[in-house]
Nanobody
């Protein structure tokens, strides 16, 4: 079993930055794709970014491309999401997810999920 825990969320002004962390425990995620998703109130959960197990392939939603960067430190069993130039529309609960058998932007293809961390961007 893999347990994922997100941290780093908070309240930030538009144009500011935050770095989210996704720490894994219970079992390593060094062989897993890790994705970040987000869900705003009243909206469906949407893909934000993904990174393959070795960190050589990354993908981003068009809405965050050029502003967000996903990275990983396998020795620390942690994946990061650096978020710059934040906008009010980035306000959501952010979740990380992991799976050894996929590289996908589809949330239903990830087996393990964290509890989420709130990001609020004030305009």
């Amino acid at each position: 079993q893999v347990q994922l825990a997100e941290s780093g969320g908070g309240l930030v002004q538009a144009g500011g930055s935050l770095r989210l962390s996704c720490a894994a425990s219970g079992r390593t995620v060094s062989r897993s794709t890790v994705g970040w998703f987000r869900q705003a109130p009243g909206k469906v959960r949407e893909f934000v970014a993904a990174i393959n197990w070795i960190g050589t392939i990354t993908s981003y939603a068009d809405s965050v491309k050029g502003r967000f960067t996903i990275s990983r430190h396998n020795a620390k069993n942690t994946v990061y999401l650096q978020m710059n130039s934040l906008k009010s529309e980035d306000t959501a609960v952010y979740y990380c997810a992991a799976d050894e058998h996929t590289y996908s932007s589809r949330s239903d293809e990830y087996r393990y999920w964290g509890q989420g961390t709130q990001v609020t961007v004030s305009s």
